[in-house]
């Protein structure tokens, strides 16, 4: 199952490069590399999210910031 | 990347196969046709034993529904019927109860809950709980509770309407009783003072009688029930009610019979309530509690029994201070039962002092349960009869007979 | 420029005003209610100060960079590499927050509509949706706000006059039973909610009539107070204490409509109010990011960087929380300090920089 999620993943962001590469500009070599690098960081996020469903994500980083002035308000 | 160049209909038509491929894919969890449920028009909650309870639902029978409104309203058959199962919580015996039947259980149209006498005795609050959760259930639903088993007066045919549930839900519209949905029961069991009331039904049980159809009985309101906290200790017997509810501001149909007299003999004058006003002023002086309710009545002259007429204003106010003694009486019934034997705050007196005197009430509220019965009931009625119905005289008695002066 | 669209400055209003309230309404007021109680009608106006100080920071600092964005102009405060920084903290903040939004617009309909819908389908449809709308541009979210928020308050203000006769102003009374705290306490969530009106530091650049901009701004922080404070005054006035126990009290007070015995069951209402609204504030949120991470990485547009930002946010709303009770748990306590960081005291910080930087400079040429 998680191999078709996958491969679900691996479509979805060849889609989308599938259809934003060919409209960039030929010259514009900074928008591709951007592009291809956030759809990668995508991909790879997505393929970790699916393995690590509990991963400790952005909340709990900031929770942990703010959590002094956070207890003010319990 | 020209190889990723590919001709601008072949994408279209790729878009459109995309589409319908995900519309196949999406949107299929949540489907759900009106033949594959069952609606819950009432629900019922019975005491089983210490750890279970019985959940009764009655459910609407589709093709009944529809033949009605093409026959134009035949008021013949039930248009429900009922099924029950038991379970530890309400969630455990609905699933049971799903098991039953072979359409899935919906209550987004559910009405009315009623809860069984002896469940009101143990405790109702775990089981509200499930209402104001699930997702489909509003919080606009009348709650009462049952004389005998719930599940029995939800069984309950009446002759009027072709489903108990059809008969609570016009009975509440009435605004007879008490009225209570399951936010303003929440309400009550929420505050850490007062206690709730529920309004009791009650079926006839079918007794041979000319004039009735066999097998059907009409649940009909027949008092009220009175919770500490979330537990039924007493009930109170229609005739009390109605001071409850004179004392609450709810009262919305009253027909009073006040005792004239003439010369000797006493006649009889009925008068109905158009509007009436309650207000409830508080006071502490020298640390002594006492309330004022202050209630203002406009009644006509629905019967006039007696042999006075009714166009001499003085006999106007002597009915009218009849009136206000006979209401005052009424009150005096349910303050004996409620404020000084149940000693249970359910006539809204502690959200009055807490608004009024809100600095007191901070130390009070601790010990309410023993200040309430204490607290001193003034009464300051006015009663006002503005109309004498639609006749004069006392109809069909003789000149000489009327007492005019 | 990378936008070539104008919008006009009332039409920044009318985007800003559902990109407050469209979460606000349904997840503030219960909220409010657990700390403010009876005063919870008031917390709205105490939180409203936070809406009128952002946009006053925020045009302030606009009429120092008029053409600039919060993400360009604060490197020419603070120079390149920090002013990356904060460039940087913004759109790692505008991509968290707005998975937390688009999170929220799915716990809502998962938890009482599509209880069995997979969330990340849910998710998915509605960035796809804001996906397009962002790709066409500011115009075209300001005319799809122009078109849906009036609909928007309508619908809402229908259910509040259809509850008007189950509403019991009684409810408020006593006012300030112990004291005037609890109802400035309440007023965090709010007022974290009100600090989102720096997004308007991303359109008073592209505004046909600048002059305009504070007066609009300023009208859409109250068309917001209006609303919330309807919103908490209805669901206070219908639900009194029980407020705080209930997890949507708007949606609540939805299924409570019964007006002559058949006109019930408006949560569709709610449901098509919630879908607008949060469109609207998804997609700003959304242009919001495009937009900065296109200038921040100084890209030659931002259409191409909408489709895979769009799918990162997606997985950022999966990845926002566990479940809903810790969302709602960390959106009462931390997110307030956190929003009114990034959103208040940062953009403070960068407007007194420039303040003291014009000083020293009328200074100097003084002394010259």
């Known amino acids: 199952m998680k191999w078709a999620m996958i491969f679900g993943i691996t479509i979805l962001t060849a889609l989308i490069l599938w259809y934003e590469l060919p409209k960039i500009n030929q010259n514009q070599k900074k928008d591709k590399y951007v592009l291809i690098a956030l759809s990668a960081m995508s991909w790879v996020l997505a393929v970790l999210l699916l393995f690590f469903p509990n991963m400790p994500g952005p909340t709990e980083l900031v929770d942990q910031i703010y959590k002094p002035l956070g207890k003010l308000l319990e | 990347m020209n190889s990723f160049h590919i001709p601008k209909i072949s994408k279209t038509l790729l878009v459109i196969l995309l589409s319908i491929l995900l519309s196949l894919v999406i949107g299929c969890w949540d489907r759900r046709e009106i033949n594959d449920i069952a609606i819950v028009l009432s629900t019922g909650i019975d005491y089983i034993n210490e750890d279970e309870i019985e959940l009764s639902v009655e459910i609407v029978m589709p093709e009944e529904m529809a033949g009605h409104i093409g026959e134009g309203g035949r008021g013949g058959d039930r248009s429900t019927f009922v099924e029950s199962a038991t379970g530890v919580t309400m969630a455990d015996a609905r699933s049971k109860l799903q098991q039953k039947l072979s359409r899935f259980l919906f209550w987004g149209h559910a009405e009315n809950t009623v809860i069984g006498e002896k469940l009101a005795e143990k405790g109702i609050r775990e089981h509200l709980d499930f209402f104001s959760r699930m997702p489909e259930t509003r919080l606009r639903n009348w709650v009462f509770v049952s004389e005998g088993k719930a599940k029995d007066l939800i069984s309950s045919l009446p002759h009027l309407e072709n489903s108990a549930a059809a008969t609570f839900i016009e009975l509440s519209e009435f605004q007879i009783g008490m009225n209570v949905t399951m936010k303003d029961l929440m309400q009550m069991l929420k505050s850490d003072t007062g206690g709730a009331a529920l309004p009791i039904f009650e079926s006839l049980p079918p007794k041979k009688e000319k004039g009735k159809l066999e097998g059907r009985f009409q649940p009909y309101l027949s008092g009220t029930a009175v919770f500490k906290d979330d537990k039924m200790i007493g009930k109170l017997n229609d005739e009390v009610s109605r001071g409850l509810l004179w004392i609450r501001d709810e009262i919305h149909y009253a027909t009073v019979t006040v005792d004239v007299e003439e010369e000797g003999a006493t006649g009889k004058v009925s008068l109905e309530l158009i509007r009436s006003h309650t207000e409830l002023i508080p006071k502490i002086k020298n640390n002594k509690w006492s309330m004022i309710l202050k209630i203002y009545a406009e009644d006509d002259v629905i019967q006039n029994a007696s042999h006075l007429d009714l166009r001499n204003p003085d006999f106007i106010k002597m009915i009218e201070t009849k009136m206000e003694e006979a209401i005052e009486e009424r009150i005096k019934l349910v303050v004996e039962q409620v404020q000084k034997q149940m000693k249970v705050d359910i006539f809204n007196f502690n959200e009055s002092f807490q608004r009024h005197y809100t600095k007191e009430w901070q130390t009070a509220k601790k010990n309410w349960d023993e200040i309430f019965p204490e607290i001193e009931i003034e009464y300051i009625i006015e009663a006002a009869v503005l109309r004498p119905g639609t006749s004069t005289t006392p109809s069909a008695v003789p000149e000489r007979e009327l007492k005019d002066e | ?368």
Request: aromatic share 14%.
């Open chain 3, 1 to 368: 420029m990378i936008e070539k669209g104008k919008i006009s400055a009332a039409q920044m209003a009318l985007m800003m005003h559902p990109t407050i309230i469209a979460t606000g309404i349904l997840f503030v007021p219960s909220i409010s209610a657990a700390k403010a109680g009876r005063d919870m009608w008031l917390s709205p106006i105490w939180g409203s100060f936070i809406g009128f100080l952002v946009v006053f920071i925020a045009y302030q600092l606009h009429k120092h960079f008029p053409n600039e964005t919060i993400i360009e102009y604060s490197e020419h405060i603070v120079g390149r590499i920090p002013g990356k920084v904060i460039g940087l903290i913004y759109l790692l903040f505008y991509l968290h927050v707005n998975g937390i939004i688009i999170r929220e617009y799915g716990e809502f309909l998962s938890g009482v509509f599509l209880m069995t819908t997979p969330e990340s389908v849910i998710f998915g449809s509605m960035t796809l949706v804001c996906a397009f709308a962002v790709r066409g541009g500011l115009e075209v979210i300001a005319r799809s706000a122009q078109l849906f928020i009036p609909i928007v308050v309508l619908l809402f203000l229908l259910i509040v006059f259809f509850l008007a006769l189950d509403l019991a102003p009684t409810n408020m009374l006593p006012v300030f039973e112990e004291g005037i705290t609890p109802s400035i306490l309440g007023a965090a969530a709010p007022a974290a909610w009100f600090s989102e009106f720096l997004l308007i530091a991303f359109l008073l650049p592209y505004l046909t009539d600048k002059e305009k901009g504070l007066k609009w701004a300023n009208l859409s922080v109250l068309s917001v107070v209006f609303i919330l404070v309807i919103t908490n005054v209805t669901a206070l006035f219908l639900f009194g204490e029980i407020t705080a126990d209930l997890l949507y009290p708007v949606m609540s007070a939805g299924r409570y409509v019964r007006v002559a015995e058949f006109f019930t069951h408006l949560e569709s209402i709610i449901m098509a109010i919630w879908i607008l609204g949060t469109f609207i504030k998804i997609s700003v949120f959304y242009y919001a990011l495009v937009l900065g991470t296109a200038q921040w990485l100084k890209l030659s547009e931002y259409k191409f960087i909408v489709l895979p930002l769009g799918f990162l946010l997606v997985l950022f709303a999966t990845w926002s929380a566990p479940n809903l009770t810790e969302l709602k748990g960390f959106l009462g306590t931390s997110a307030v300090f956190y929003l009114l960081s990034v959103q208040l005291v940062l953009p403070s910080i960068l407007l007194l920089i420039v303040v003291i930087q014009k000083k020293v400079i009328q200074k100097r040429s003084i002394q010259a």
